[in-house]
């Protein structure tokens, strides 16, 4: 057998052990071996590079990369479809579609609606030549070296089922997901690594295609799912069904556990079936989709300008619960906020014990007219936290008592404060242990001086036992006091005073955000940083000088100047002076106006940098760093990752800067 013969038999072997574990999940061959199949192939590539072909298993690491998406025009409308959470207006959709079949009754299929991310796929000859997203349903982005990395989808089609003919050019429709044992561990890997956890595995996925750089795509647990075919000229598929089962025999991850649905009571049925089951699942999904399964039926049924006459999404209702409403708690946070907390009896929702649920503050408890033992109801959908929604009156026992809003501290007894304008009340006292103890923990936390081993329960302790009355009693403790602490070991010490050791050398927008001054957030803590050069400094600004600095208004201003006025402020800074704590911007980094009167967004995660450190270095230029898109941003820096700031920027015709660019504009190559 020469070369070409060996790489082709390889390329066939790994494509088809692909099929068995990504879309079959029938693996027939060990991960070593798999390894070793690839390993050869890559070896005889690389000493034959002329015979490297786009399809092959090894270009699915994702070696190019890409400056950006083009658009792509699709073929056809990629419409959305009709949605509804209502059985009558799922009957109504029948009717109409009898109506416009002349009163025959038409046979559905119905799938499952993965909560995923829409794609078209394009395919010539077998092999693989373009992928894009939805985007307007007219055009979206190409992103066909971001999906060659995805293992489910064939590059090239190898038909699974003797005698089934490969078009020279057909198109599939399908949806990109992760399933979410994969997205909860790829968020375990972010967390580990200090980076911000996804909100729900689409959120993951979307941000995932829209990574610039294929390689890092490729680490990604990305799956996909194909529900449409589409074929220019041919007529080898005449129903839904036949084109489930053909993207099947062709290999590709077929959309499962469809059904066909002969009358309108099997479609309702399905409905619910897979409501109830939804959590069984391994992926998500939000509802499912109805489509009348002739083809020639679609075709007479037509299209509006919005969506096709002939399907419908039928989706779930938000995950609800019934559950008792025991006390409702009071939260102190670091600012002295008083928040009202319902304490639940313990109830599942969408897979999740529920036991405490926020009320946001007293105005909502007000709204909600809730009270003390009431049965309340409970929502979940999708990345939201559990929140209550309503009371149910009917089951309030006799002589519940309408709420009274404290009008005392619930930890020191101190009269609380409600500033003209605001919800929130707050307790004034700056000696509160429970407000100290939200204090050293805020500054103690990964944004402020992530001090390893000072976690909620040591912070209890600590200030319980007295030995911490503010941040700045920390870097006096010693190993003696805390080895002599219940539950606290000679080793855990250790490693508390190293952390507090290692906190002193933390930048100074680190500490300053640390300090938790009232609306200062780390953006805010960044330009302060820069712009004033050392803490000493910072505490000595009056309001005018503070806000001839961007991002600080009059009330920030006026927070600062009111923080670093107190007696307590005064105290702090000479316990963190006297300990070592750094408390002066970093002298080399250059500053100019090169900048001045830009204004930035990022977007993404940066390689050569934090996004702190690049938006510390726009505003040592004279720059400006906001957190979100609008007409009045200049530039967009697009990192690993990127949201939907990077579709708002490409909307509103902002410039997008590749991080490569961007740090030739601040020097930093």
Known sequence: MDVKQEIERLRAEITRHDYLYYVLARPEISDQEYDRL???????????????????????????????????????????LDNSYDEEDLRAFHQRVVDGLEGRQPEYVCELKFDGVALLLKYENGRFSQGATRGDGTQGDDITANLRTIRSLPLRVIPQRRGTEVNPLFYVRGEAYMNKADFLAFNREREAAGEKPFANPRNS???SLKLLDPKMVAARP?????????????????????????????????????????????????????????DQLPFEIDGVVV????????????????????????????????????????????????????????????????????????????????????????????????????????????????????????????????????????????????????????????GGMDIEGLGSETVELLVDQGLVRDPGDLFSLKLEQLAGLER??????????????????????????ALGIRFVGEGTARTLAVRMGSLERLAAAGESELREIPEVGPRVALAIVDYFASPQAKTLLKKLKAAGVRMEADASTQRSEKLAGKTFVITGSLTSMS?????????????RATASVSRKTDFVVVGENPGSKYDQARELGIKILPEQDFLKIVGNP
């Open 205 to 207: 996925t979307a941000g």
């Open 291 to 446: 489509k009348v399964n002739r083809f020639d039926d679609q075709r007479r049924l037509g299209l509006t300008a919005r969506a096709p006459r002939w399907a419908m999404a039928f989706k779930f209702s938000a995950r609800q619960a019934t559950t008792k409403l025991n006390r409702i708690l009071l939260q102190l946070g670091r600012t002295g906020t008083v928040t009202p907390v319902a304490d639940l009896e313990p109830v599942s929702l969408g897979g999740v014990t529920i036991r405490r649920a926020t009320l946001h503050n007293f105005d909502e408890i007000e709204r909600l007219d809730l009270r003390e033992g009431d049965t309340v109801v409970l929502e979940r959908g999708g990345d939201v936290i559990p929140k209550i929604v309503a009371v149910q009156t009917a089951h309030r026992r006799p002589g519940a008592k309408k709420y009274v809003v404290p009008r005392k501290c619930p930890s020191c007894g101190t009269p609380l404060e409600r500033e003209e304008g605001e919800v929130a009340y707050r307790c004034p006292s700056p000696g509160d242990p429970e407000v100290v103890k939200r204090q050293i923990e805020h500054f103690a936390s990964r």
């Open 222 to 278: 990305l799956l996909a799912v194909c529900y449409g075919y589409d074929s220019p000229g041919k007529t080898q598929v005449a129903t839904q069904a036949d084109a489930l089962k053909r993207l099947e025999d062709l290999g590709f991850p077929a959309s499962p556990r469809w059904q066909m649905a002969r009358s309108l009571d099997d479609v309702v049925n399905y409905w619910r079936d897979w409501q109830e089951k939804r």
């Open 488 to 513: 606290f070991a000679e080793k855990s010490a250790a490693n508390l005073l190293a952390g507090l050791e290692q906190a002193k050398t933390r930048p100074l927008d680190r500490l300053i955000f």
């Open 38 to 80: 690839l390993k050869k192939l890559q070896e005889l590539e690389q000493q034959h590079p002329e015979l490297i072909v786009p399809d092959s298993p090894t270009q699915r690491i994702g070696d190019a990369r890409a400056e950006g998406f083009a658009a792509v025009r699709h073929p056809f409308p990629l419409i959305s």
């Open 611 to 623: 996004r702190d450190q690049a938006e510390a270095l726009i505003v040592a230029h004279g720059g």
